[in-house]
């Protein structure tokens, strides 16, 4: 018994003398800042039925914090199948217009009567002979470039050759088509619009050699003769040509390569591919001939009927039967234009720059993301954009004219086109062209100021699809009245 207890005695000893060390040790290691880790402890039945639910409930959870898909705040951006789900319906709802087009106008599409839409009399083919005339101005702004190139007029000379001749190529083809009887007012557009091509063509062609004559005149060189774009020869997969300086440009194969290509401003070293994809020329000649059909057809099948239906709510002046016409003419008006813009910019002027070999082929840009008004008249029609930026509105700034005016100066330069280009072959004048372009300043300011993003976007597809036709139905109507004498009354709708 003594031996048990002095044992016992001796580990109760050591015990607190073990616990005295720890606790020193302790201190010591906290003094330091250096704490370990506790050792784990014994889990009791209570704590291990605690830690088995929070496991249980975190194996059969379901729910999480988080948004609806359709909430701003998810971040979803993938919305194909909808995107589908608005086409398929886009095609049946067309399908069902189409079916009933033709349930009640039967097949309206008739190819002589397109022919007669370009001429009257088949052996009179006014707006072609026009269209040859213009060779002249093209000649008179070449020799009148030459003749300032050696010196034999004088700056003061040539810029007033230049303006009599830019003049007479509005005036001249204008005139023209409004004493001619025989010019059918297609055939007076396609005419007027060769000659407004020419003019911007012209001008750009007179500015560009001005400045190399100032250039010339602050810096001697050598000039080397050559042309602007000869024969391409591939080297090394990449194209070659040679430099061209003034006054080696002003030649005929120069201007005439020049108005041959699809630009607007003149430069005397172009871009060019290295050679003709003939598969690439094809496809966009067939491309060309399917899409002008489809165009003519829709125009006979489906707009002229509803045109012809809208006249006589403008005769009633029955507004609420105007609004419903003036929304059924939107439709077709819409794809017919959406079709013109990949015809014109995309087939035709990619077919006549791989013809030509001409190497910039920027011809517009996404101007369907458009969120503001001036965003889309600077990238759907990017020739037209580079000539306004190139030759009027910069020169306006360098002049000291302020942004905004030189702003609206452009709106107005387009605004005169676009009347020129409908009044005069239609043979009156009634500012509804004019007067559209200029809504376009105030809708710019209204866009620009109080939407954003989609909603901007939202406005910029509205005034296209309900602008143009309401343009269209003025016009219609102003010609059914000046030439017949009343609006004609179309078949029931």
């Known amino acids: ?191 007027l619009s060769v000659f407004t091509i020419l003019f911007l063509k012209l001008y750009s062609y007179r500015d560009v050699n001005k400045w190399c004559r100032e250039i010339r005149h602050t810096k001697a060189r050598t000039l080397s003769r050559s042309h602007s774009c000869p024969s391409v020869h591939k080297a090394n997969g990449t194209s070659g040509y040679t430099h061209v300086s003034y006054p080696a440009n002003l030649t005929h194969r120069d201007i005439y390569y020049f108005i041959f290509v699809p630009t607007l401003c003149y430069e005397l070293n172009f871009p060019c591919s290295p050679r003709i994809r003939k598969r690439f020329l094809l496809r966009r000649l067939l491309e060309m001939v399917f899409l002008m059909q489809l165009m003519l057809g829709l125009m006979q099948q489906w707009m002229v009927p509803t045109i012809q239906n809208s006249m006589k709510p403008f005769q009633d002046m029955d507004f609420c039967r105007i609004v419903e016409r003036l929304l059924k003419l939107a439709v077709p008006n819409h794809f017919i234009w959406l079709i013109f813009f990949y015809w014109y910019f995309h087939s035709s002027m990619n077919f006549v720059a791989e013809l030509m070999q001409f190497g910039d082929r920027e011809f517009y840009r996404d101007w369907w993301n458009s969120e503001t008004i001036p965003y889309f008249w600077s990238n759907w029609n990017i020739p037209v954009h580079k000539w306004c930026l190139r030759h009027f509105y910069k020169p306006m700034l360098a002049k000291g004219v302020n942004k905004f005016t030189a702003q609206l100066a452009v709106f107005f330069l387009s605004a005169f086109f676009h009347e020129y280009l409908v009044s005069v072959p239609l043979k009156m004048f009634r500012l509804w062209a004019f007067l559209g372009m200029m809504a376009q300043i105030p809708l710019a300011y209204f866009v620009g100021r109080f939407l954003r993003g989609n909603y901007g976007n939202a406005a910029v597809w509205m005034s296209l699809i309900i602008g143009q036709p309401i343009a269209v139905l003025m016009y219609v109507h102003d010609y059914y009245v000046l030439h017949y004498g009343s609006a004609a009354e179309g078949p029931a709708a």
């Open 1 to 191: 018994m003594g031996d048990r207890s002095e044992r016992g005695s001796v580990k109760h000893k050591r015990r607190t003398t073990i616990a005295a060390d720890a606790a020193q040790r302790g201190g010591a290691e906290i003094l330091s800042g250096q704490v370990k880790e506790k050792e784990p402890r014994h889990e009791t039945p209570a704590n291990k039925h605690k830690n088995h639910s929070d496991a249980g409930d975190d194996a059969f959870s379901c729910h999480k914090l988080q948004e609806s898909l359709l909430s701003s705040n998810s971040g979803y951006s993938n919305y194909r199948g909808i995107l589908n789900w608005c086409v398929v319906m886009l095609v049946l709802s067309n399908a069902r217009l189409v079916l009933e087009n033709l349930i009640k106008y039967g097949i309206l599409v008739d190819p002589i009567q397109i022919i007669s839409l370009f001429l009257k009399d088949p052996y009179r083919w006014p707006a072609l002979c026009l269209i040859i005339v213009s060779n002249v101005f093209i000649m008179a702004a070449l020799y009148i470039e030459r003749k300032l190139s050696v010196g034999y007029i004088s700056e003061g000379t040539g810029t007033f050759l230049h303006s009599i001749n830019l003049s007479a190529m509005l005036f001249v083809p204008a005139g023209t088509v409004l004493s001619l009887t025989s010019m059918t007012p297609v055939g007076g557009v396609l005419a």
